[in-house]
């Protein structure tokens, strides 16, 4: 079930370990939701941009599988 508190739940795999601030009022590799919000298709890091894809609506927090904002994985 995805809803809102999964986004309080969940941080980016990558920035939560790197020792760089977040961004303001901002926690550590912070998610928004990519598309629709009540079917979002991924998790954007407001940190860094990676886009964690969501398949069968299941987060996806592999790094490795990660989008960064350039568009290579
Ligand atoms: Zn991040």
Redesign the pocket.
Known sequence: MLDAKLLEILA?P??VTRPEAPPAGKRK?EFEWVGEAAAPTGLR?L??G?VYKIEDGIPNLLIEEAVLPGGQA
Do not use: I, K, T
């Open positions: 980016c990558h920035c590799g890091c940190q860094c990676r």
